[in-house]
């Protein structure tokens, strides 16, 4: 009998195998570049059709002062 953290990983080895290896670096790539923001993935029909990256830029008050 198989456990939920069971079921996740299967899942998510299931997932990995189906997801071709140059949209994985991708979405590595895109996440290791990213400070603070979100990377939205889209999927159509169980394929990952886009990729987008929204990042905030911030600076604490008193930086840019003179």
Known sequence: MLGN???V???YRTAQA???EDVLE???Q???AIQFGS???QVHNGQVVQIERREKKRWEKGVNTK
């Open 5 to 7: 953290r069971d079921v």
């Open 9 to 11: 990983m299967e899942t």
């Open 18 to 20: 189906a997801i071709p």
């Open 26 to 28: 991708e979405i590595k």
């Open 30 to 32: 895109q996440l290791a």
């Open 39 to 41: 990377l939205e993935i």
